[in-house]
């Protein structure tokens, strides 16, 4: 990412790039990414065609879903509470106790197999620096 200035692959980004970068994280269409920066779509699209732009930009996007993901994950332990109480609460329509229940099951299922799947993942990782002599 970004150290005084500077990103990771040794390069910097003008004031005008910088705010591009911003408006595209936050703007729906590039379009509108370019007015909010002061700049044309054209120079918008030359940015992009920039490698040392395209590889901030794609930093930027991977910082901000790291960034959804903790909030997703900070998130589920609540709402997985609150199914659980709309299920187990008998004066709750039975209507909404089972679409409850069945967000709760469907949600469930998709944690176990994410979770089995990392885990795979991992074991393959060591494996493979066993493998290559990266222990």
Do not use: H
Not at 45 to 59: G, I, N, P, V
């Amino acid at each position: 990412m970004v150290k005084n200035g500077l990103w990771e692959g040794g390069f910097t980004l003008t004031q005008k790039q910088t705010r591009a970068l911003a408006a595209l994280l936050t703007q729906p269409t590039q379009a509108q990414a370019a007015q909010k920066a002061g700049i044309g779509l054209t120079t918008l699209k030359r940015y992009l065609d920039e490698s040392e732009f395209q590889t901030a930009y794609q930093e930027a996007v991977t910082k901000l879903l790291e960034e959804a993901s903790v909030q997703a994950k900070q998130g589920l332990n609540p709402a997985l509470s609150c199914l659980r109480e709309i299920v187990e609460d008998r004066k709750t329509a039975a209507t909404a106790r089972i679409q409850a229940a069945r967000s709760l099951l469907e949600y469930s299922l998709r944690l176990a197999e994410t979770v089995d799947i990392m885990k795979q993942l991992n074991e393959l990782e060591q494996w493979r620096d066993k493998v290559d002599g990266n222990d």
